[in-house]
């Protein structure tokens, strides 16, 4: 006699049939991904393309490519000629490409600026980009009288306590800025502007003057200068510093550093193609 087949348990065969549809979601998705970075490299391939030329290189129904230009499209990676009814890259791409390159670029074409500044002062020249909510130094170079300076490469420092993190906060987008105003600010010694009215009059003169001081708010002992560095769009993606302790960097020196740090920025902003 035939045995009789187990039948799957309460709730077995659904949990079963929503793991394989799962799957199959799962592959679905990822083939569209592929398709999807599949038609940005067609476009910079070709320059442009139609959707029928897109198909025939995906080997998909029109439909799917024109779906999928679409949502490329809906998110700026892919721009239309209406005239010719043509695809090309859209400015997203630029935009995504421009975000990945600029730490590398920045630390690139940073390198003769830092090194100049640093042998030219004797002290330690920084750069540094934003980082959430932080300011971290992606290159540096040390002064002959820099010599037992501290390391701050890699180094996340705080926005409102440091010369390069006033620079990148003073210059971000005024909502993201005042969520970061809106946090409570720890302080660091008894200079540190921890008081959101005393440190937006002190970011309004970032501004107005180009550079930003600190003296003894993150360290004691410790005094910065820092100023923008823009990007070819005029955005400020990084500032660049110069550091050291205060008896070196006292009150009669700090104009002639400041004046010096704000060509360096505009040297290193030319570099980055700002100007041009």
């Not at 599949?38 to 025939?56: F, K, P, Q, Y």
């Not at 859209?90 to 042998?119: K, T």
Request: hydrophobic share 40%.
């Amino acid at each position: 006699m035939a045995r009789a087949q187990k039948q799957p348990g309460r709730g077995e065969g659904t949990a079963r049939g929503d793991e394989r549809n799962g799957g199959r979601q799962t592959a679905g998705s990822v083939q569209s991904v592929d398709r999807a970075v599949s038609v940005l490299e067609i476009l910079a391939r070709h320059g442009e393309a139609g959707v029928t030329e897109i198909a025939d290189e995906l080997d998909v129904h029109k439909s799917t490519a024109f779906r999928l230009l679409g949502v490329l499209e809906n998110r700026g990676l892919v721009a239309q000629a209406k005239e010719r009814g043509k695809y090309y890259l859209g400015a997203g791409v630029l935009r995504l490409a421009g975000a990945a390159a600029v730490r590398l670029d920045i630390s690139q074409e940073g390198v003769p600026v830092c090194r100049e500044l640093a042998d030219e002062l004797g002290e330690t020249a920084n750069i540094a980009v934003l980082d959430e909510d932080a300011a971290v130094n992606i290159m540096q170079a040390r002064g002959t009288a820099s010599v037992t300076a501290q390391n701050w490469l890699g180094r996340r420092t705080p926005l409102h306590a440091t010369a390069s993190g006033k620079v990148l906060l003073a210059h971000m987008p005024p909502t993201l800025r005042e969520g970061l105003l809106a946090r409570s600010l720890p302080r660091f010694t008894e200079r540190t502007i921890t008081g959101t009215s005393a440190l937006r009059g002190e970011l309004e003169a970032v501004i107005e003057q180009g550079y930003a001081l600190t003296v003894e708010e993150l360290e004691r002992g410790l005094t910065a200068v820092a100023t923008p560095v823009r990007a070819h769009d005029g955005r400020v993606i990084a500032a660049i510093s110069v550091s050291g302790p205060v008896y070196r960097l006292d009150s009669d020196r700090l104009p002639e550093l400041a004046k010096r740090i704000v060509v360096a920025g505009a040297e290193l902003s030319r570099r980055m193609g700002y100007g041009f």
